[in-house]
């Protein structure tokens, strides 16, 4: 630990951080770190309704909505600039399914971008970072998923299968289940130990990882009841020191 965190969830984070590399944070936890509750966590949810479809899937589903946007942190500022728009791109050795090809996704919204429980988000997880590396400044890319799934197509929050995103933090932030079942979440060391196992249920939920050390994977989702919509809303958060 190379900078002190006052806060008890931000200084427990922090510890797993430094020590195995993959910590889960419950949603009590992020909610007193960021001070929101359960109504402001179901109002930012409505930003999940604005995605957009897409269509860069090489498995040819269409079940993943997405936008796309970056920040620059300030961390011990609280600074949050929102970068220009530009293409999302990840080599092959990184997104063996994907990777290779620049990515156009639409943009985040403007209120979604400009949302004061995302900011705080940001920034505290930003603070957290810091204080396990000592980075100063942070490139913060955010990717808003709603994984569908339906009776002719089951959903895939990582397509991939177990693997790293190439930056030096990841996390994932559940946002809500509709009428899913599955989309569990595993961590894992570099060899392949299980580090630890859990299905983000509770808007807030929040799974942090060192991708520098550890591996992460989802399962797929499926719908409990055929009929009706069903989807899982996360919001990954991908750290990259500057």
């Given at each position: ?118 900011r705080s ?15 100063a400044a ?30 030096t933090f ?73």
């Amino acid at each position: 630990m190379t900078t002190a965190v006052a806060h008890p969830v931000a200084v427990a984070a922090v510890n797993a951080l430094t020590g195995a590399g993959g910590h889960l944070m419950p949603a009590a936890e992020l909610s007193s770190l960021v001070g929101v509750d359960a109504t402001d966590w179901a109002r930012f949810a409505a930003h999940w309704d604005e995605l957009t479809l897409d269509t860069h899937m090489a498995d040819g589903g269409t079940y993943r909505f997405r936008r796309y946007g970056q920040f620059e942190l300030d961390p011990a500022a609280g600074a949050l600039t929102l970068l220009p728009h530009a293409p999302y791109r990840q080599e092959s050795e990184i997104n063996p399914l994907n990777g290779g090809v620049e990515r156009v996704f639409d943009p985040l919204t403007d209120a979604f971008a400009g949302d004061a429980l995302l900011r705080s988000v940001l920034v505290e997880l930003g603070r957290v970072f810091t204080a396990v590396d000592g980075t100063a400044a942070w490139n913060v890319k955010l990717h808003p998923y709603r994984i569908s799934a339906s009776a002719g197509q089951t959903g895939q929050p990582a397509p991939e299968g177990r693997h790293r995103d190439g930056v030096t933090f990841i996390t994932s932030l559940m946002i809500g289940r509709t009428n899913v079942t599955g989309g569990e979440s595993g961590v894992y060391t570099d060899e392949g130990e299980h580090l630890l196992t859990t299905t983000l249920s509770e808007p807030g939920d929040l799974l942090l990882g060192d991708d520098r050390r550890t591996l992460h994977s989802v399962t797929p989702v499926r719908p409990v009841d055929a009929g009706l919509a069903a989807h899982r809303d996360v919001l990954v958060i991908a750290y990259t020191a500057l």
